[in-house]
């Protein structure tokens, strides 16, 4: 992914680590999605180990950033370009965080009366998830290949996490209309979850603007 970006330059092992980071951050909603459909279906045992197998890549995220950034320092690319690295992988930390700690609430969630609609709800929104996530992917491939592709692929992005935030309306909609069926941590948690999931649609709205001011900024170069 990254390497394709750098087309004309040295390969490094920043590149290939950042790729690896970055396609990780990706996986993390990918994972989510699996627990939420997992939970919606009673699959209690599914949910946990996509959040489990999600903690570990997140864990692996962490590590890869710590590396990415140490090599940065070394300066083996030139300062814009470890600059846009830094960036992209900052942000898609970011939203890897934001997937965990929904992730998190579903685990928890498993042990709560929470009525079928509402999970029906999450995840119909954690889909639109996985495809704005792939969607950046896509985005972050076609820098060095095709900038014009990759400021459309950007802006679709803008049109995914529109959807996501009907759903987060819907979402708090369905919470008001079944709160007087569930107790109040239940509430508070479905309300961490709606949060963070709308979070992770944020950040990958904010890498992918992000994109497009890479793809202006290498036309012009």
Same mark, same amino acid.
Not at 180 to 207: F, G, N, S, Y
């Given at each position: 992914?990254?390497?394709?970006w ?11 680590i ?9 996986d ?16 209690k045992?599914?949910?946990k ?12 995220i ?20 470890r600059?846009?690295?830094?960036? !992209? ?6 939203? @890897? #965080?934001?997937?965990? =700690?929904? /992730?998190?609430? $579903?685990?928890? &969630?498993?042990?709560a ?7 029906e ?5 954690s889909?639109d ?19 014009p ?26 919470l ?16 961490? !979850?709606?949060e963070?999931?709308?979070?992770? @649609? #944020?950040?990958?709205? =904010?890498? /992918?603007?992000? $994109?497009?001011? &890479? ?7």
């Amino acid at each position: 992914m990254m390497e394709k970006w750098f087309t004309k330059r040295r390969k490094s092992k920043v590149l290939e680590i950042a790729d690896r980071q970055m396609t990780l951050a990706i996986d993390t909603v990918i994972e989510l999605e699996k627990s939420i459909n997992a939970a919606s279906g009673g699959k209690k045992d599914e949910a946990k180990a996509s959040f489990e197998k999600l903690s570990l890549i997140e864990h692996e995220i962490d590590e890869l950033r710590r590396t990415v950034f140490e090599e940065l320092t070394r300066g083996s690319l030139p300062s814009k370009d470890r600059e846009d690295i830094m960036h !992209l992988v900052k942000r898609l930390d970011e939203m @890897a #965080d934001h997937v965990k =700690d929904a /992730a998190r609430a $579903v685990t928890l &969630l498993l042990e709560a009366k929470v009525v079928k609609e509402m999970w029906e709800q999450f995840a119909e929104t954690s889909k639109d998830l996985v495809v704005c996530a792939t969607t950046l992917r896509e985005a972050i491939e076609r820098l060095g290949t095709n900038p014009p592709e990759a400021m459309e692929l950007a802006k679709k992005i803008d049109e995914i996490e529109g959807s996501v935030d009907e759903k987060y309306l819907k979402s708090k909609a369905l919470l008001l209309k079944h709160s007087k069926k569930m107790d109040a941590a239940t509430i508070a948690l479905l309300k961490d !979850l709606i949060e963070e999931m709308e979070h992770v @649609a #944020d950040a990958c709205d =904010d890498t /992918a603007d992000y $994109v497009r001011i &890479l793809t202006v900024a290498r036309e012009a170069a």
